[in-house]
């Protein structure tokens, strides 16, 4: 069973549709035990960094995926649940996040003449070859939409998306993993990427 | 960096894809759920449904057909159609919409964008402008109701404040083109892409492959939208799409 941290995330029912149409179950909950106790953990997120965190503070998750992490249940976080993983934001001030992988997430630069946020597709490219996502990801496709992006030391990156500066696509560090993008809107490429997680939850 | 998209439109009207012109002498064009996964297969990027059904029970019957496209297709869905409240905007997105757009409800009433920016974020928040021009003074008006009702509004000028309002995105219609298969409005979207600084989205006139080129290679625009050449099969997406890459056009 794959938990969805629920914590009035946004784009919560896209994800279980996605999961649910690979024929895999799970469950949308906060309950520390259930998520302790799944095979693997989904963080959702469209939205704020420092009202996600919030929310996570009050309903005592911030601990909860703390051990999760801890004990290897492989982690997944989905745009703003991505940018959660990292050490802190400077999204309005400066938040501290759930610091399971080093890094901040910061404003994409303005001063490039792109349009902000980067909505659209963009194609990943591969940057940490033995990673389980490479060859699913490799020269793919899939759909951005935000305006923070991760800024962290290459050992953590998979694979960058050209938009001006190499945004990372995905992101991970032993269990945890990230994407910047929604695998859940990104067509056979995100279901895939998906089904790929679900595989390493399997052990 | 970022990819060209070409957007299939879907008018629904009482839960199945319908097509005719300016609304009148509907054609049955299928069930929206197998067309919106074939349009997928094709390489879809995006995919706007319009809900186009008359009858009061409306809004219950499209929310389900959003719901079941949602749970069969993973890319991003715009709706519109009929959208006059955030409340409105809420049930939709909650039964899968990923964009919510707004045409005439919005030259309305302006504030419903930036009720739906604060709310949901400017991402979110399409709006779709219908453009004619005056017969009389040759100039380009935003018109409501499929073209038939003209407003006062110019539509440059509606574009640029519907983006300080909020919008995220343009979704505009060359009413003077759509039907003719003569191609894209190419001054329209040259004096569009000049005004705003929002992906704009082109639509109305597509008929050959090298319509979708020229739009491409000569405006600012990030998105083409056609709904007759796809639904009859006139063209692919494929075709459509393997055209732009021979020119350099860099699509998903």
Excluded at chain 2, 59 to 86: A, C, H, N, Q, Y
Excluded at chain 2, 109 to 121: T, W
Aim: one cysteine or more; hydrophobic letters at 40%.
């Amino acid at each position: 069973m794959i938990a969805i941290v629920d914590y009035d995330a946004g784009n919560t029912f896209n994800v279980q549709k996605a999961f649910a149409h690979l024929g895999v179950d799970t469950v949308l909950t906060a309950d520390p035990e259930v998520i302790l106790n799944s095979d693997g953990v989904v963080l959702p997120g469209v939205g704020a960094f420092k009202a996600a965190m919030d929310t996570l503070v009050e309903r005592k998750l911030v601990d909860v995926l703390k051990q999760v992490a801890e004990k290897n249940i492989p982690l997944l976080g989905i745009c703003l649940g991505m940018q959660l993983l990292f050490d802190s934001s400077t999204e309005y001030g400066l938040t501290e996040g759930l610091g399971l992988i080093p890094g901040t997430v910061e404003a994409l630069p303005a001063d490039l003449g792109l349009m902000i946020p980067h909505m659209g597709w963009n194609q990943n490219l591969v940057k940490n070859h033995s990673s389980i996502f490479a060859d699913v990801a490799d020269r793919e496709y899939t759909y951005f939409v935000h305006s923070y992006y991760a800024k962290c030391d290459d050992q953590y990156i998979t694979t960058t998306a050209d938009y001006g500066v190499d945004v990372p696509g995905i992101v991970e560090r032993d269990s945890v993993y990230g994407m910047q993008f929604h695998p859940e809107k990104s067509a056979h490429v995100g279901l895939n990427l998906l089904r790929t997680f679900v595989e390493r939850t399997k052990g | 960096m970022l990819a060209k998209r070409i957007i299939p439109c879907l008018d629904v009207d009482n839960g199945r894809v319908k097509k005719g012109v300016n609304f009148i002498n509907l054609v049955d064009v299928g069930d929206p759920v197998q067309i919106s996964a074939s349009y997928e297969e094709q390489g879809a990027d995006e995919l706007v449904f319009l809900d186009i059904t008359a009858t009061t029970e409306r809004r219950d019957t499209f929310k389900d057909v959003v719901m079941d496209i949602s749970k069969e297709v993973f890319m991003p869905l715009t709706v519109g159609g009929g959208i006059r409240t955030v409340e409105d905007m809420q049930h939709l997105l909650q039964a899968g919409a990923d964009k919510i757009s707004l045409n005439s409800a919005a030259l309305a009433n302006p504030e419903l964008i930036r009720e739906g920016a604060q709310k949901f974020g400017n991402q979110c928040i399409v709006v779709a402008i219908d453009v004619k021009t005056d017969p009389v003074t040759g100039r380009c008006y935003a018109y409501t109701h499929g073209g038939r009702k003209k407003t006062e509004r110019l539509a440059i000028e509606w574009a640029k404040e519907a983006v300080s309002l909020g919008a995220g995105e343009l979704l505009v219609t060359s009413m003077d083109k759509d039907g003719t298969k003569s191609g894209f409005d190419i001054d329209l979207y040259r004096e569009l892409g000049d005004a705003v600084d929002v992906p704009i989205i082109a639509s109305g006139g597509a008929g050959t492959l090298q319509h979708f080129v020229d739009v491409f290679e000569q405006t600012k625009v990030t998105g083409a939208l056609a709904a007759s050449i796809f639904h009859f099969g006139e063209m692919t997406i494929s075709d459509v799409k393997s055209e732009l890459r021979k020119h350099g056009i860099s699509v998903r």
